[in-house]
């Protein structure tokens, strides 16, 4: 797909050589290939190749690194450039075009997750390598992940990043729930009620509730990090036949006896996001952010979205 | 498209570890996509993909970075990897399938301005961002682009590179007439009339006049940059059924107050170019150019051009 | 075509920061485009896509430099990134998925050229800059190729690594035989019998003749390089409907008068590949493989490679 628009970020009016307005855009090609075998077994995989232009900076495209697939019946399995258990949840994202708010997720500030890392298919340059498992049978769906990075100091053993997660999901009717959890190893670490060298990454714990009527719909989601506690709040109405509007508020609170590598902040965040369908495969999208930051909160997007 | 032939370039004699003759090539992929909404506004967006080979140096492809564009009727606008109205002043290349001489263009010593960069779609790598506005009606085009880059030292602001260019063009029966502008700021500086600081870019003006009679076509363009004025006259002859020969010669006036950054040779160049339509999409194409400068002047192409 | 699949490396147990089962992958996507004049002349060109993972480390794609072809009845010649006369020598590798040994080839240790490189089609990254021409004619293939590249102290002339090679294969009923030679320049040197400056890649000699009877095949391969002289015999079994088992068996003799840059290791080494037709170009691969190595000479793969 590609989408472009203005992008107007308070927050650029303190970055020296940037303008507090800039072109915002993104052009992606996805290279999909797959076969069936005798048995009905599908195999198949993946590469993309992504540009993103933000913020006044100018980028070519790059390929990714593939994803593999072995799927059959309602088990897939996933080597290479995985999806991660955590960044599939259902409830993590808004409804959006972005799946954050504006044209290009304007910070991503209505996920609940803060200050904790999570694998997530990188659409260019190099992923996480892994292996998952994801089966879905009526309205449940589980999936499992696991990733590791070489690393550390051991011959023979790769010790750098690793992260395992698991997240459940069941839907029934116009409601679905979603837990998820993740444990991490040798990665970003931070001091905490005076301990140093606990994992960011590490027990990261993530629910969500949602429910859709047709016109309208909500979902809340509540995440918990070695940093912060977050609770968000989103709300979707259609308005006539093609316009969606959906709003959100997060309220984080982080803990205090981080003293060392708090990177998440204080406070409540808000967004809008707008939606127009103008047939074709164009959507035109605005949006509204502002974030827990004290000062240089409020960003605006506004653009055009088109599939191909 | 494709292109590969033979470059034997006098100039490579003086140059290290490099031959005189070389395979000089190029492989471009272009990705299109476009869609059209309901009311009748057409939205796409394109990235390429291009491998070049020179002087003996081997060069992957790589990607650019994306042109989007929003077009109803007559006009279009493009935002991100623009063309420029400079670089689309109809008169300045050559109607030829390097749009220069040979295979590869042969340094585009055909072309007017002389000293002065400008926007062009960029085909590998990240270009320059930019937006740009086109209008055609009847045998009148008009086109205006710019251009900003980051840079400076003030916060909140763009101050690198910027480029601003206008184009007019009529088109009127076998005659069209081109006149083109162009100002800039941040870019390279020369010391002129003992003036340091000049913009290199800036006060860029182009005009271009030509006819075409079905066998037989002229073109005279003439440009003046800050440091140097430059005409170029080019004739078209069309032999036989397939082949056609293109002549062009040019004479550069350097402007002698320019003593500090002067880029441009004094003198005449002058160029052949011969291409025979083998069928199929492949053409043979062969050049000659002799350069403005005093020694090692002389450089010959040879080779194939395919569409696909 | 994707391939992907486990691999146990055991010499990776001594390497820091390394696990000695990883997975191993590779996605290509070849871009070809060819063209026929209206004289019956196929003018042509071909870039490639490709990622690997290995060893734990991920891999973005990248694009090849490009291949131009020009071929008219028997005859075709490539430039730039060639094939290379002994790199298409029938007889050098394994008649597998792979061509070599399970997944990615574990090392292409049944290769008889040991200690010489040759020129290659490199799918990922610039390849060496080249020219080549084949010809066959009923059972007779003729295949000279040259490459040079930029390098050397002088003006005018292109003093790096070149490489002539030239082959000839002919094929009668249910056998062939292959005789190859390759010279070098400016490459690699090592010093042998007391003569430094020994370039390693010059006076290489292969020679290869192989027999298949339907469901049993056999070839034996001889090269000599400066470092070394090594035979491999091959043998290639079809088990029931689907399944292809091939075994093969290297003996290397390395010359002791290399006194420095002996690459290679003196010994014998074996391995073993089996495949599994699935259906839907899915193919099941497996593969073990001894080194000449005295210690953790060990790896395993399995996986799958699928056609796309």
Known sequence: YGRFGL???????????????????RFRLTF?????????????GRIRAQAENRDGGQGAATFSSPQFHVAYGGLRVNVGNIWGAIDSAPGLYLNTTS???????????SLAIKGAGFDTFTSAGAGVGGIEAIYSAGGFTGHISFSQQNGGAVAGSADGLQRTAIMLNYSFGDYFVTGAYQSADNGRTITKGGVAGVEADDDLMFFAAGADFGQFGATLQYAQTEEADSV???GEAEIGAASTLIG???????DNTVTVGQTVTDGTAFGINYEYDLGGGVTFVAGY?????????NSVQAGL???F
């Open 7 to 25: 992008d107007y970020n308070e927050a650029n009016k303190t970055v020296v050589g940037r303008s507090d307005t800039n072109i915002t855009s």
């Open 305 to 307: 979205h088109f599939s």
């Open 232 to 234: 968000t709040l989103a």
């Open 99 to 109: 799946v954050g708010t504006g044209i290009d997720g304007m910070g991503f500030n």
């Open 32 to 44: 999909d290939a797959s076969t069936e075998t005798d048995g009905g077994v599908t195999v198949g």
């Open 248 to 254: 959100w508020v997060n309220s984080t609170d982080i």
């Open 289 to 297: 952010v502002q974030t827990a930051a004290a000062t240089n909160e």
